[in-house]
């Protein structure tokens, strides 16, 4: 079983609507969870993070977490093509007190958005 | 502000030789990352320093790769001999929030190598 597991898409929706990513996680020591955006050839952009149960909301973008379940999710509202990109999830699972904060991520899923 | 620098953008050489890429990091950030994705795989962590110290190195293939940061400004990874799987896009990426703290990542463009 991968760490982060993403369904690689690719995902298609028309313009307007909602796009909904799923990102689900093996430990449950994970601490912190962020959503990157990658144009291809370009490098992952920093989205969302969300470090707490709920939802978080930030523009057209929100991020929903449930540790219980262990998914981490990306909504974006009125979807634009401009958004058609690979988003990746990534994970920081805190290891030995001494251990650095790396990111474990999840393959991406490929999203596009139809005028 | 100018975000991470990686140089070059593209590198092709020949299996056996050697390569060094350059990550500049965002100024001040102490934390600078260097990560991997080989075509196909997820990014994958490679070291994490925190200004000249390597504080995890886990990642680290074998003992092909050295990566320093002297000074704990700008990094460079250097693989010697390289070999074919060694092929990819060599991600670079720093943070600002000290250790222990919920902290995020920002991302350079990548160098991609290709050992033929």
């Known amino acids: 079983q991968k760490e982060v597991e993403q369904n690689s898409g690719p995902l298609s929706v028309p313009e307007g609507a909602i796009a909904s990513l799923n990102c689900t996680y093996s430990?449950?020591?994970?601490?912190?969870f962020f959503w990157y955006r990658q144009y291809s050839g370009k490098s992952p952009e920093l989205i969302m993070s969300?470090?707490?149960?709920g939802d978080k909301e930030d523009g057209r973008f929100t991020a929903q977490l449930n540790k219980a379940s262990q998914y981490v999710s990306l909504l974006i509202r009125d979807s634009q093509p401009s958004d058609s990109a690979t988003y990746l999830c990534?994970?920081?699972?805190?290891?030995?007190?001494?251990?650095?904060?790396?990111?474990?991520f999840g393959g991406g899923t490929r999203l596009m958005v139809k005028p | 502000e100018a975000g991470v620098t990686q140089f070059p953008s593209h590198s092709v050489i020949e299996k056996g030789q050697t390569v060094t890429l350059r990550c500049d990091p965002i100024?001040?950030?102490?934390?600078l990352y260097w990560y991997r994705r080989v075509m196909g795989k997820e990014i994958k962590f490679l070291l994490h320093?925190?200004?000249?110290?390597?504080?995890?190195e886990s990642g680290m293939p074998n003992n092909r790769f050295l990566a320093e940061r002297t000074g704990g400004t700008y990094s460079t990874l250097k693989v010697q001999p390289a070999e074919l799987e060694d092929s990819g896009v060599y991600f670079c990426a720093s943070s600002q929030v000290p250790w222990g703290l919920p902290y995020e990542q920002y991302f350079g463009p990548g160098t991609r190598l290709t050992v033929t």
């Open positions: 430990d449950r020591g994970s601490q912190s």
């Open positions: 990534a994970v920081n699972i805190e290891r030995a007190h001494n251990a650095g904060n790396m990111l474990t």
């Open positions: 320093f925190v200004k000249e110290s390597k504080q995890d």
């Open positions: 100024s001040g950030h102490d934390n």
């Open positions: 969300i470090y707490s149960n």
